[in-house]
């Protein structure tokens, strides 16, 4: 229980900073407008019932609610919640909004459950993948995550590369702060996530028939908003992991 308090400190208190990273939050019509694309693509026919695990400020929940589903966001943070809920008001679009553990998702009957980069901060993700799959029985899982960390070498210069580029810049951080080392050093994915390894994780979940697509639609879109020379280091590779 010590570790989600931590986790979910951490989430409040980067909730205040954290759409102002384009990463997170990005606001170039090109790239919402791929975002979109991708969605439409992986999900089933609108409209569904689709819950949005670990929805953040709502990036995922509301462009799914704009594609005309019926969406339930999921999240550790209430202050993640709030600012979803915010933005939602703001364009008026209904999402409803539940505060819990990836491994608790509220009652079933859902078309399909979907996660944009959360697997990496869960204790058990597999024991998440589950939970996941006993309310949607039925349903479409749609991982959305990129090759990142130490899974992979050419991604680990990637971000060397983006590290520096930042520190000349002195661009202001993505989070308001670091993982813990010893916080990090509990999550099984916490040092990457490979999408062999994520697709093995699904399968042995219970969900069917795992299918990998590389998301270059999105990646092309992303590395065109970059300026120079951000644009020469190129962005992390982006991929769905998407089964029945």
């Known amino acids: 229980m010590a570790i989600i308090d931590d986790i979910r400190q951490y989430w409040d208190d980067d909730a205040v900073t954290y759409d102002n990273s384009t990463q997170h939050r990005p606001t170039d019509p090109m790239v919402v407008a791929a975002w979109t694309a991708a969605l439409e693509a992986a999900l089933p026919p609108a409209p569904a019932r689709v819950l949005d695990c670990g929805a953040g400020t709502g990036f995922l929940s509301l462009i799914i609610a704009r594609l005309g589903h019926e969406v339930t966001a999921l999240d550790l943070s ?3 919640l709030d600012r979803l809920r915010a933005r939602a008001d703001g364009v008026g679009l209904r999402v409803e909004t539940v505060v819990g553990p990836a491994t608790d998702p509220p009652g079933g009957g859902f078309d399909a459950v979907v996660e944009r980069h959360l697997l990496w ?9 589950a939970a996941w799959r006993s309310v949607a029985p039925d349903g479409r899982l749609v991982l959305v995550e990129s090759l990142w960390g130490e899974v992979d070498p050419v991604e ?3 971000a060397a590369a983006w590290r520096l580029v930042h520190r000349l810049r002195r661009s202001p951080p993505e989070h308001h702060a670091e993982y813990a080392p010893e916080l990090r050093g509990t999550l099984p994915l916490g040092t990457g996530t490979h999408p062999g390894r994520l697709a093995v994780m699904a399968a042995g979940a219970g969900w069917r028939s795992p299918r990998l697509r590389r998301l270059r639609d999105v990646e092309w879109a992303e590395r065109m908003a970059l300026p ?17």
């Open 78 to 80: 209430s202050g993640m």
């Open 121 to 129: 901060t869960l204790p058990d993700p597999g024991a998440a993948l």
């Open 156 to 158: 680990e210069l990637r």
């Open 228 to 244: 120079f020379p951000e644009r020469l280091v190129g962005v992390t590779p982006r991929f769905t992991v998407v089964a029945d």
